[in-house]
């Protein structure tokens, strides 16, 4: 089945409209709080200017090195969010957002099984390649291998990008079968994926830049220290959180149109 990214996007917004206090609830406790918090007590260091190029990296690993004990539970967290978003968006059994909390749960292993096998195989697989052709000594073939790895990890992630609402929505326990079932979905709509969801994290960076514009201009006029601080982290932690959820809401929309209607689906709609 070819996607109709049009018909997911219309049927996204839809799932969130019709959801919007459960889906609001679970996306400020899982993406907008923990996100504020980052930004508030781990706030990234700006580079200095004279800096150099092996400096500005330095800073950043140091940065991520320091906040990785704080990074990990955050981003399980998010990952239990995201799987009780899904949970909420199209479940059968239609959860209530306690209901949803305990179906993420259960369905976290299989999901995080799934990536670390995905992580696995590019990076064992890639990180081989990218050696042998280093050995060569011809930096153009290790140039030319990293760049290969790269394309090979981005096909490899638009095609395994339903497994998460596979997990959390068809109730798949198996990785494998997961990541199976997610690139049997996505068989054929890889550029299809790639403009809608490029399309979509472009949309949502210039509404990002807008709000800075708009909002976060005018606040640094009127305000400085940690209220200016706790103003743009608010603003930019709200942003990321109705980012994440319509995003998770569109990948739970291919699913379903690349998926066709369920047994239950169809039941329902002649009851």
Avoid: C
Wanted: no cysteine.
């Amino acid at each position: 089945m070819k996607l109709d990214s049009n018909r997911a996007w219309k049927e996204a917004s839809r799932n969130v409209s019709r959801n919007r206090d459960p889906l609001a609830a679970v996306a400020g406790v899982f993406f907008m709080l923990p996100q504020l918090a980052l930004s508030l007590f781990f706030p990234q260091p700006e580079p200095t200017a004279g800096m150099s190029e092996q400096q500005i990296v330095e800073l950043v690993q140091g940065y991520y090195l320091s906040t990785l004990p704080v990074l990990i539970p955050m981003l399980l967290l998010q990952t239990l969010g995201t799987l009780a978003l899904l949970s909420l968006l199209g479940h059968p059994s239609r959860p209530t957002v306690g209901g949803a909390l305990k179906l993420s749960l259960a369905n976290l292993p299989t999901y995080l099984g799934a990536q670390i096998l995905l992580g696995l195989a590019i990076g064992l697989g890639g990180g081989l390649l990218v050696a042998l052709l280093t050995l060569t000594g011809v930096a153009a073939l290790a140039v030319a291998g990293l760049l290969l790895v790269v394309i090979v990890a981005v096909g490899a992630g638009l095609r395994m990008s339903l497994s998460a609402p596979v997990v959390a929505i068809e109730g798949e326990r198996s990785p494998i079968r997961a990541l199976q079932r997610s690139w049997q979905l996505t068989a054929g709509n890889s550029w299809r994926l790639l403009a809608f969801y490029a399309l979509f994290f472009m949309a949502a960076l210039v509404i990002q830049m807008l709000a800075g514009i708009v909002v976060g201009i005018p606040l640094a006029m009127v305000a400085d220290g940690f209220v200016l601080l706790l103003g743009t982290a608010l603003i930019s932690s709200l942003i990321n959180a109705i980012v994440v959820l319509y995003f998770v809401a569109i990948i739970g929309a291919v699913r379903d149109q690349l998926a066709g209607p369920s047994v239950e689906q169809e039941r329902r709609t002649f009851d």
